[in-house]
């Protein structure tokens, strides 16, 4: 258990759809990383945030949107959902800098 | 642009046969490497960093090498349940303050008992 937790585990949905991500960092860690992964391109990453702060951003489209709250946990919006978008979605946290990053157990989404 | 190249694709082995997974990377900047292990349908599991050429880290029967151009990851004396996909990733220094890492395609290890 890497003490990073993520909810929902499975999302079934349709496209056209929107819906909503949620990660907890392990404690006193104050970076959010989102990740995707799909069978054909690997683990991609999306969007860092740093203490509520947005960070960097990756390949993340505009249709996705992330945000960081006091708490420091973590949502991941995606909307006007496409079948492309079904994959596994992994939330990672850190203390920041060069640190190595603890992944949660993913979310799996799947749009019909 | 960052690149990371894992080879090979998939690797079976018999049980205590000992091998090593290849990580080849370009990176502006090493900050560092990364090997994670991944079971399916789960979440990558950290298994070492390495910061400079030279360094070395092991862990169990895994052995983490690191050079100027690539990394190995040593198996010695396998067990099934070192089966598994293991990823490489590297944290380079192109973004000032982003610490994102970047990722291989991975190795799938099958170890036969």
């Known amino acids: 258990d890497s003490g990073v937790t993520q909810t929902p585990k499975h999302l079934i949905t349709a496209t056209g759809q929107r819906v909503t991500l949620r990660c907890s960092p392990r404690?006193?860690?104050?970076?959010v990383y989102w990740y995707q992964q799909s069978l054909d391109q690997g683990l991609q990453f999306l969007i860092q945030?740093?203490?509520?702060?947005?960070?960097a951003k990756g390949n993340i489209l505009e249709r996705f949107s992330a945000q960081q709250f006091p708490d420091l946990h973590s949502e991941l919006n995606l909307s006007s959902l496409e079948l492309g978008d079904s994959a596994l979605y992994f939330c990672?946290?850190?203390?920041?800098?060069?640190?190595?990053?603890?992944f949660g157990p993913g979310t799996r989404l799947t749009v019909l | 642009e960052d690149q990371v190249t894992q080879s090979p694709e998939a690797l079976r082995l018999q049980e205590g046969e000992s091998s090593s997974l290849n990580c080849s990377y370009t990176?502006?900047?090493?900050?560092?490497l990364f090997w994670y292990r991944q079971d399916p349908g789960k979440g990558p599991e950290f298994l070492f960093t390495?910061?400079?050429a030279g360094e070395e880290k092991e862990k169990e029967r895994l052995k983490a090498t690191l050079t100027k151009k690539e990394s190995f990851l040593h198996i010695t004396a396998p067990k099934p349940e070192d089966s598994a996909t293991y990823l490489c990733?590297?944290?380079?220094?192109?973004?000032?303050?982003?610490?994102?890492?970047?990722f291989g395609t991975g190795t799938r290890l099958t170890v036969i008992p």
């Open positions: 990672a946290s850190s203390t920041g800098g060069d640190n190595e990053q603890f």
């Open positions: 404690s006193g860690d104050l970076s």
């Open positions: 945030y740093y203490n509520g702060e947005e960070r």
């Open positions: 990176v502006s900047g090493l900050r560092g």
């Open positions: 390495l910061y400079s």
């Open positions: 990733a590297v944290q380079g220094g192109l973004q000032t303050g982003a610490n994102n890492l970047f």
